[in-house]
């Protein structure tokens, strides 16, 4: 089975611009979650969705937003794009949204803001 | 809200020694669980282990085990039998007992080099 898959993998793009990031689940996983790892640090939790609903959100600002479709995938926008906000972005999938339910991460999307 | 501190930028190892990594978290809940993730070059997140809070014993996978010191809110990896492949940075990361959702809190990660 194909795992947790991101595209693009590389992004390049200008300060004030908009970028829109897609994943796609592991089939049958009905949770979508979204992380920001800037170089050097840890992933920070930005969005979970389960069966397109938001369950959770981080404390990043209103220019960031997301949804789920009803084939369970997902985008991540981004608007008026800061330098701050290049960085690795992590998708990661899970079948239900429970404590007992594993996250399984993608590869990642390395955006660059210019 | 939790935090999660990993106060090992870097460490090296020696193929087939073993290494720890040490891992604090600070939390006013009571259930919850505790992972260590792998991150190679290919920067897939890989789990490497779980701990239940709620569980005393501590959890091993393998050559990989931690030391789990609830009262301490310490949870650290030991890595034994050390193979080049466990190059990777490794991240130490936090959820909550939580069935509305299951988000980790990760810490700032450690990278570990195993030197042949």
């Known amino acids: 089975d194909a795992g947790v898959t991101q595209s693009p993998t590389h992004l390049i793009k200008t300060r004030g611009q908009q970028v829109t990031l897609r994943c796609s689940p592991i089939?049958?996983?009905?949770?979508v979650s979204w992380y920001q790892q800037v170089l050097g640090q840890g992933p920070q939790f930005i969005f979970q969705?389960?069966?397109?609903?938001?369950?959770g959100r981080g404390n990043f600002p209103d220019r960031f937003s997301a949804r789920q479709f009803p084939n369970y995938s997902s985008e991540l926008n981004v608007n008026a794009l800061l330098l701050g906000d290049s960085a690795l972005y992590l998708c990661?999938?899970?079948?239900?949204?429970?404590?007992?339910?594993?996250?399984?991460f993608g590869n990642g999307t390395r955006l660059t803001v210019t | 809200a939790q935090t999660v501190t990993q106060s090992q930028p870097e460490m090296s190892v020696q193929e087939a020694e073993t290494v720890t990594l040490s891992c604090t978290y600070d939390t006013s809940e009571n259930n919850y669980y505790l992972f260590w993730y792998k991150q190679p070059p290919s920067r897939q997140m890989i789990l490497v282990i779980r701990?239940?809070?709620?569980?005393?014993q501590n959890a091993t996978e393998n050559r990989f085990s931690v030391n789990f010191q609830k009262a301490a809110k310490s949870f650290s990896l030991k890595i034994s039998d050390s193979q080049l492949g466990d190059t990777a940075m490794y991240f130490c990361?936090?959820?909550?007992?939580?069935?509305?959702?299951?988000?980790?809190?990760f810490g700032g990660g450690t990278r570990l080099m195993v030197k042949p």
């Open positions: 990361a936090f959820m909550k007992h939580n069935n509305a959702g299951n988000m980790l809190t």
């Open positions: 089939s049958g996983h009905k949770s």
């Open positions: 969705y389960y069966e397109k609903e938001e369950r």
């Open positions: 990661a999938s899970s079948f239900v949204v429970s404590y007992n339910s594993p996250l399984h």
């Open positions: 701990q239940e809070a709620y569980k005393q």
